[in-house]
């Protein structure tokens, strides 16, 4: 694959460029899914193609293509080029990258057990189980489960010399289970909502989640949910749990501190940020207690390799510390723009067919000092709530409104009630410096976002949020 991507850097040379690269990715995506007894989705495919960028001049060409010969890619090298000589006519200002040392190296996510080894027909017998346990009561509707595999080997060359090979491998499990009665319909899932769990891991994920022990709680707490008592309203201490906190994170945390959104490149589609250049180091964004820290070189995340799409290598940065905004997302492109001469490594692209683009790294919330029990032990009026829902947040990453699963009541201490239809609403700022306390290490976990969107046109990206259960002083909590 490097003899045949060498062609496309040959192209690119010729043409004096100012830099250029490809990607020649083959990507294997493996989904299977049951709902209510039956198999709803089992589909196995392989596409193998490759991206030419190039800058020539300042400005940027990209073109992609599929046919795997040398011709085929000198042909898709040179409409790159000539894309870039027509972005010219257009363009504001010159493009400058951040420098970057030129790197051999092969990257691969660590597994114990390859995915793609364990045969359909012991997947699909998970999954009949666990769907037989959801409707184990007759107040659930719809039960669905899916295991989901991806596995994207890539070759990458730039003309400054870098020779990357990665394999990424990541695995997601989970299910969901809706009761239905005449009061409404509730929905409980494990282990987490949108899809489950997804890590960059093996099959040992499946095998670790035991998913079939948790089938029949799930079900029993949707059923539960029906008769449940309404969230009440007002102001709550809230306990955030689960992949709630992860999605908390990645909308008010992780894409504000994306720099080209930051700098109006997303503006006109999904947003901009609060977070402007102008903060960088003395904005109070939350409590001294908050620490958030991106990783591209974090065990098991999904925005985790070993160089990315500019060919830079991984690292770990603060993008928050001790409640203070300290960092950003950044590529080759934009990290000039905050006075930094090197890029964070936050350059993915979908696939071989997109541009490679600003994206969230993995993200987490470093864990406090206090033992949950502790932590629940100090709430006197407060609720938790667990699983994401539904989500809402403004332009520009500010006011923000959310739903979970579902939440329990505490009073002096105890978890108590069961409610159902819990939500909790906030401002970005204000929100994050009333967290009071953040459970230590033993309860932190990394939860999976396999599903981010962003761009024009559309690219879906994969990242991790790591997280222990917090609490956040006088929420508000339900609807009034």
Same mark, same amino acid.
């Given at each position: 694959m490097f @003899? +045949? %991507? *060498?062609k496309a850097i040959e192209t690119a040379r010729h043409h004096k460029v100012d830099f250029g690269d490809i990607r020649i990715i083959e990507e294997r995506r493996q989904v299977l899914g049951v709902k209510n007894g039956a198999i709803s989705s089992m589909s196995d495919q392989t596409t193998l193609g490759y991206g030419v960028r190039v800058l020539y001049k300042g400005a940027w060409g990209f073109a992609a293509g599929d046919r795997?010969? !040398?011709a085929a890619v000198e042909r898709t090298a040179l409409k790159a080029i000539a894309i870039a000589k027509a972005s010219r006519l257009l363009m504001a200002a010159p493009v400058r990258l951040a420098p970057e040392p030129a790197y051999t190296d092969f990257w691969q996510t660590p597994f114990a057990k390859d995915p793609f080894a364990v045969p359909? #027909?012991? @997947? +699909?017998?998970l999954l009949f189980k666990i769907d037989a346990a959801l409707r184990g009561n007759p107040k659930i509707k719809s039960a669905q489960s899916n295991l989901r595999f991806? $596995? #994207?080997? *890539? &070759?990458?060359l730039t003309t400054e010399g870098s020779r990357i090979e990665q394999v990424l491998l990541s695995t997601g499990a989970g299910y969901t289970a809706t009761a239905v009665d005449a009061g409404g319909v509730q929905v409980r899932s494990y282990p987490s909502t949108h899809g489950g769990q997804t890590l960059g891991a093996g099959y040992e994920l499946v095998e670790n989640l035991n998913l079939l022990d948790h089938a029949e709680r799930v079900r029993e707490e949707a059923v539960a949910l029906l008769t449940? /008592? *309404?969230c009440p309203a007002g102001e709550k201490d809230l306990i955030i749990s689960g992949n709630q906190l992860a999605l908390q994170i990645h909308e008010s945390v992780g894409h504000p501190s994306e720099l080209d959104r930051v700098l109006g490149y997303e503006e006109s589609y999904a947003g901009s940020s609060f977070a402007t250049t102008e903060k960088l180091g003395v904005f109070r964004y939350g409590s /001294? +207690? =908050?620490n958030l820290v991106a990783d591209a070189t974090l065990p098991g995340g999904l925005a985790t390799a070993g160089y990315d799409d500019? !060919? =830079? @290598? !991984? *690292? $770990?940065w603060h993008i928050v510390k001790e409640g203070v905004l300290a960092g950003y997302m950044t590529n080759r492109e934009f990290c000039g723009a905050i006075g930094e001469k090197r890029s964070k490594g936050s350059c993915r692209a979908d696939g071989y067919s997109n541009i490679p683009i600003t994206r969230i790294c993995n993200l987490s919330l470093m864990p406090g000092a206090t033992p949950y029990e502790q932590l629940l032990d100090e709430t006197r009026d407060g609720i938790i709530m667990d699983n994401n829902k539904s989500w809402s947040i403004d332009q520009r990453r500010l006011n923000f409104q959310f739903g979970c699963e579902a939440a329990w009541l505490v009073k002096n201490g105890k978890k108590k009630t069961l409610v159902k239809n819990p939500t909790y609403q906030g401002i970005t700022p204000a929100f994050w410096n009333s967290c009071a306390a953040i459970a230590d290490h033993n309860s932190w976990r +990394? &939860? %999976?976002v396999a599903n981010c969107g962003k761009g024009q046109p559309g690219q879906t990206a994969m990242m991790c949020h790591g997280s222990s259960p917090a609490r956040f002083s006088k929420v508000k909590i339900g609807i009034k």
């Amino acid at each position: 694959m490097f @003899k +045949l %991507g *060498q062609k496309a850097i040959e192209t690119a040379r010729h043409h004096k460029v100012d830099f250029g690269d490809i990607r020649i990715i083959e990507e294997r995506r493996q989904v299977l899914g049951v709902k209510n007894g039956a198999i709803s989705s089992m589909s196995d495919q392989t596409t193998l193609g490759y991206g030419v960028r190039v800058l020539y001049k300042g400005a940027w060409g990209f073109a992609a293509g599929d046919r795997m010969t !040398a011709a085929a890619v000198e042909r898709t090298a040179l409409k790159a080029i000539a894309i870039a000589k027509a972005s010219r006519l257009l363009m504001a200002a010159p493009v400058r990258l951040a420098p970057e040392p030129a790197y051999t190296d092969f990257w691969q996510t660590p597994f114990a057990k390859d995915p793609f080894a364990v045969p359909a #027909e012991t @997947k +699909l017998d998970l999954l009949f189980k666990i769907d037989a346990a959801l409707r184990g009561n007759p107040k659930i509707k719809s039960a669905q489960s899916n295991l989901r595999f991806v $596995r #994207e080997h *890539q &070759w990458h060359l730039t003309t400054e010399g870098s020779r990357i090979e990665q394999v990424l491998l990541s695995t997601g499990a989970g299910y969901t289970a809706t009761a239905v009665d005449a009061g409404g319909v509730q929905v409980r899932s494990y282990p987490s909502t949108h899809g489950g769990q997804t890590l960059g891991a093996g099959y040992e994920l499946v095998e670790n989640l035991n998913l079939l022990d948790h089938a029949e709680r799930v079900r029993e707490e949707a059923v539960a949910l029906l008769t449940a /008592p *309404q969230c009440p309203a007002g102001e709550k201490d809230l306990i955030i749990s689960g992949n709630q906190l992860a999605l908390q994170i990645h909308e008010s945390v992780g894409h504000p501190s994306e720099l080209d959104r930051v700098l109006g490149y997303e503006e006109s589609y999904a947003g901009s940020s609060f977070a402007t250049t102008e903060k960088l180091g003395v904005f109070r964004y939350g409590s /001294p +207690l =908050v620490n958030l820290v991106a990783d591209a070189t974090l065990p098991g995340g999904l925005a985790t390799a070993g160089y990315d799409d500019d !060919a =830079v @290598k !991984a *690292q $770990r940065w603060h993008i928050v510390k001790e409640g203070v905004l300290a960092g950003y997302m950044t590529n080759r492109e934009f990290c000039g723009a905050i006075g930094e001469k090197r890029s964070k490594g936050s350059c993915r692209a979908d696939g071989y067919s997109n541009i490679p683009i600003t994206r969230i790294c993995n993200l987490s919330l470093m864990p406090g000092a206090t033992p949950y029990e502790q932590l629940l032990d100090e709430t006197r009026d407060g609720i938790i709530m667990d699983n994401n829902k539904s989500w809402s947040i403004d332009q520009r990453r500010l006011n923000f409104q959310f739903g979970c699963e579902a939440a329990w009541l505490v009073k002096n201490g105890k978890k108590k009630t069961l409610v159902k239809n819990p939500t909790y609403q906030g401002i970005t700022p204000a929100f994050w410096n009333s967290c009071a306390a953040i459970a230590d290490h033993n309860s932190w976990r +990394l &939860w %999976g976002v396999a599903n981010c969107g962003k761009g024009q046109p559309g690219q879906t990206a994969m990242m991790c949020h790591g997280s222990s259960p917090a609490r956040f002083s006088k929420v508000k909590i339900g609807i009034k």
